[in-house]
């Protein structure tokens, strides 16, 4: 899993064809008019949708090149990834794909393999790749009101996302901002929260691993609107994705305009939130009170 999936290939490439786009001052109806390639296919190729081929994207690549400079290097990095979206190499979860994954969840599954780093945000529960199994058994249950979803499936999903915490090569930088309440809220009962408290105190000691909690003190925050991740994929923040989930769907934002605002108010939250330090004591006290 440590190698980025072809939908984060895709992303990737998607992003900096729009970035180049919009340094040209091209319309979609204008790529479209020149190369004949369809509007509406060109915008989900910006979007990470589809793949582009390389012959598609090298011309696309002469059109920008009569309106701005583009770097030989830059030429050949998106090209290279226009090969690796179409590598046709299959992704570790589709084995368990028919395990009722909700509609765009696999695209998160797909950019946390690829991702550099990756912030939550949450203010209720915690997010699935930090459950243990009887925390994230309980979460399952509860939200499950229509009594169709495999437990065991979502579990099995859950815990093959955290091994990208701990994979020897490149695990992922997780950076997890939690309010308060999701300390107190005592999912699957006292002892499935101990085990589940004990756990964050032992993956906040890795290295690559910062968590922090916004303590009720704080009162209101840029995030009171609801729980986001926001995931990066390169040094360059603006090269990343969101996605904010509902009971049904899940909804991934990847403009420039749209990663900026959600890192903005993550930096908000990491400024006003308890340092790691405190928070890990507070973490701790909070367990022994189980």
């Not at 084995?95 to 550099?116: H, N, Q, T, V, Y």
């Not at 899940?250 to 939130?273: I, K, N, P």
């Amino acid at each position: 899993m440590g190698n980025p999936s072809a939908y984060v290939q895709r992303l990737i490439l998607g992003v900096e064809l729009a970035k180049l786009r919009e340094q040209t001052g091209l319309s979609l109806k204008d790529i479209e008019r020149e190369l004949e390639f369809d509007q509406s296919w060109m915008s989900r190729v910006e979007h990470g949708e589809r793949g582009m081929k390389a012959r598609d994207v090298r011309s696309l690549l002469d059109l920008f090149g009569q309106h701005t400079s583009i770097e030989e290097g830059q030429r050949e990095e998106l090209l290279s990834l226009a090969r690796a979206g179409f590598s046709g190499k299959p992704d570790w979860w589709r084995k368990l794909s028919g395990k009722g994954l909700k509609p765009k969840f696999d695209l998160l599954i797909a950019a946390e393999a690829g991702a550099r780093t990756i912030s939550h945000w949450r203010s209720q529960i915690l997010p699935g790749i930090l459950q243990t199994d009887a925390y994230a058994q309980a979460v399952i249950e509860a939200t499950d009101v229509e009594g169709v979803v495999d437990v065991g499936g979502r579990i099995d999903i859950r815990r093959a996302r955290q091994e990208i915490i701990t994979r020897k090569e490149n695990p992922v930088t997780l950076q997890v901002i939690l309010d308060e309440a999701v300390l107190h809220r005592q999912v699957g009962g006292p002892e499935v929260m101990k085990e589940q408290l004990q756990r964050l105190a032992e993956l906040s000691s890795l290295p690559n691993v910062k968590i922090q909690v916004l303590p009720f003190a704080a009162g209101a925050h840029p995030a009171v609107n609801g729980d986001f991740v926001l995931l990066v994929f390169k040094a360059n923040d603006d090269l990343g994705m969101v996605y904010l989930e509902t009971a049904t769907s899940g909804l991934v934002l990847q403009s420039q305009h749209e990663v900026r605002r959600y890192s903005r108010t993550y930096g908000m939250l990491q400024a006003t939130a308890l340092s790691p330090a405190k928070s890990a004591s507070l973490i701790a006290s909070t367990a022994k009170e189980l």
